[in-house]
């Protein structure tokens, strides 16, 4: 199974840009790179996904590396409700979500 | 929308009790999916469905068995409770695995005692 590696926790102060990294160097050319986040007591929320361009929508950016050896979430403008753990997940093979440890994301007001 | 419905949200057991963990969609998914939380960690897969009536395991499936009658439903049980299986639960539903996005439901405390 493809492996990614995130740190362990990030702060931001709010309204401030977010940078979350994803390490993935033995991505396979058909694997897509997912994002969830999980808020505190809750289910884990579908974030964003890709597979080679960078992609936006309503709730972040996706910044994907040249060789896709690793990816950047970016939240544009931090607010205290994105505190929350993010994971980056490589698609598997049959299709489940292989979720690791993530990093937590801290925001302070 | 409801997206995905768990129930029970909260439930304590004995040891040696059994339980059934319901899980209701009503996106029309074909691939339903358990996990498990412990504390600290990610999630990892109990069982997964690809459509009605099929099943297969995921990374820790002793002790648990499923069954996906309807499309709409994915059933989680514990025949004999144990105290390792206290954890957080959580049901998801997909269109059809990866690319697709996972819709999760808010999870299921069980403490077994």
């Known amino acids: 199974d493809a492996k990614t590696t995130q740190p362990n926790s990030m702060e931001s102060n709010e309204e401030e840009p977010v940078h979350l990294p994803c390490n993935h160097s033995?991505?396979?050319?058909?694997?897509?790179i997912h994002w969830y986040r999980q808020l505190p007591s809750q289910g884990p929320e579908y974030v964003i996904h890709?597979?080679?361009s960078n992609v936006n929508n309503r709730m972040a950016s996706l910044a994907i590396a040249e060789d896709r050896k690793s990816s950047t979430l970016i939240l544009h403008r931090a607010t205290l409700r994105d505190a929350a753990v993010y994971y980056c997940?490589?698609?598997?093979?049959?299709?489940?979500?292989?979720f690791g440890k993530g990093t937590k994301l801290s925001v302070k007001p | 929308n409801a997206g995905v419905t768990q129930t029970p949200k909260f439930r304590v057991l004995k040891t040696g009790q059994s339980m059934t963990l319901l899980c209701a969609q009503d996106?029309?998914?074909?691939?339903m999916y358990w996990y498990r939380q412990d504390p600290g960690m990610g999630l990892r897969l109990i069982h997964y469905?690809?459509?009605?009536?099929?099943?297969a395991k995921g990374e820790v499936p002793d002790g648990y068995n499923v069954s996906r009658l309807k499309k709409q439903n994915f059933l989680l049980g514990l025949e004999s409770a144990a105290p390792s299986q206290t954890s957080v639960y959580f049901c998801?539903?997909?269109?059809?695995?990866?690319?697709?996005?996972?819709?999760f439901g808010s999870g299921t405390r069980l403490t077994v005692v």
């Open positions: 469905s690809v459509g009605e009536g099929t099943t």
């Open positions: 033995t991505i396979s050319g058909t694997d897509y």
């Open positions: 996106m029309n998914h074909e691939y």
């Open positions: 998801a539903s997909s269109y059809g695995g990866f690319p697709y996005g996972y819709t």
């Open positions: 997940i490589l698609g598997e093979s049959q299709g489940n979500l292989i």
């Open positions: 890709g597979l080679t």
